[in-house]
């Protein structure tokens, strides 16, 4: 590997580990951390003024929900299908998208929609 390739590698790692993107601001300060159950994020927006979007949860033909106790998460198709919560308050909308395999739905990505 030559020096250029060094330069580039490393400009590409300092890239990946960057600080987080205006994407995640919205997610600050309202109790949403990667890792914590869906349930207690929730609960966390919700009391923080945050309401859920139930129209965003409403999927398929025949407009059934993927989760009954969860009415705003919308899941994807197939095993490994994405399933993602919509919030919304007067700044705008947010997106907890959690991993449906863990019975606790932990979340895995936060960022403003």
């Known amino acids: 590997m030559n020096r250029f390739s060094y330069s ?8 990946s580990m960057a600080a987080p993107t205006a994407a995640s601001e919205p997610a600050r300060g309202h109790g949403v951390k990667v890792g914590t159950s869906y349930a207690k994020a929730r609960a966390n927006l919700l009391a923080s003024g ?12 025949h407009r059934s929900r993927s ?3 969860y009415p705003e998460i919308l899941c994807g ?8 919560g919509r919030f ?3 700044s705008g909308a947010l997106l907890v998208t959690v991993d449906q395999k863990k019975k606790a739905l932990p979340v895995t990505q936060v960022e403003a929609d």
């Open 88 to 90: 919304l308050n007067a």
């Open 50 to 61: 945050w309401r859920t979007d139930e129209e965003w949860g409403i999927s398929g033909p």
């Open 77 to 84: 198709e197939g095993y490994d299908a994405i399933c993602t």
């Open 67 to 69: 989760f009954n106790q």
């Open 8 to 15: 580039i590698l490393a400009a590409c790692i300092a890239g």
